[in-house]
């Protein structure tokens, strides 16, 4: 037998449980300037797009939340990593960097990553939390 599930209650329970890091959403506004000096990049100018709570998963992270809640709610996907959000934020726009700003475990491998959004966020009837595909541009620093 099947049984229906509450959103609401799912929701709660997945910004409460999953949605635990400070998560930074930026849009390129033009190219990084050459500093002649170093011959190095310097920052990449952006405009600030979004910043709170959130996550981003791996596809074993995607796993682990489904333990979470207790059923399958994420299907797969080419893209290794999907940014988590609530509902209420901005959808990111495809090219947009998203980073890590603040880990709620010392463990976290995501502090000094950066991704891409592949795609505007995913679309469903019944939405439980913003989903973003993302690709990895930078490794750990």
């Given at each position: 037998?099947?049984?229906?599930?509450?959103p609401?209650?799912?929701?709660?329970?997945?910004?409460?449980?999953?949605?635990?890091?400070?998560?930074?959403?930026?849009?390129?506004?033009?190219?990084?300037?050459?500093?002649?000096e170093?011959?190095?990049?310097?920052?990449?100018?952006?405009?600030?797009?979004?910043?709170?709570?959130?996550?981003?998963?791996?596809?074993?992270?995607?796993?682990?939340?489904?333990?979470?809640?207790?059923?399958?709610?994420?299907?797969?996907?080419?893209?290794?990593?999907r940014?988590?959000?609530?509902?209420?934020?901005?959808?990111?726009?495809?090219?947009?960097?998203?980073?890590?700003?603040?880990?709620?475990?010392?463990?976290?491998?995501?502090?000094?990553?950066?991704?891409?959004?592949?795609?505007?966020?995913?679309?469903?009837?019944?939405?439980?939390?913003?989903?973003?595909?993302?690709?990895?541009?930078?490794?750990?620093?």
């Amino acid at each position: 037998m099947t049984t229906g599930i509450d959103p609401e209650q799912v929701r709660a329970q997945l910004e409460a449980t999953l949605l635990v890091d400070t998560v930074r959403v930026t849009r390129p506004t033009g190219s990084a300037p050459l500093d002649v000096e170093t011959g190095l990049l310097g920052p990449e100018p952006a405009d600030l797009v979004w910043e709170g709570p959130g996550a981003v998963l791996s596809g074993h992270g995607q796993v682990t939340a489904e333990g979470l809640v207790g059923r399958q709610w994420l299907d797969d996907t080419v893209s290794w990593y999907r940014l988590l959000t609530p509902i209420g934020t901005p959808v990111p726009e495809r090219y947009d960097r998203v980073e890590v700003i603040a880990a709620k475990s010392a463990d976290s491998a995501t502090m000094g990553r950066r991704w891409q959004v592949l795609d505007p966020s995913e679309a469903s009837t019944v939405e439980l939390v913003r989903v973003t595909r993302l690709d990895e541009i930078s490794g750990p620093a």
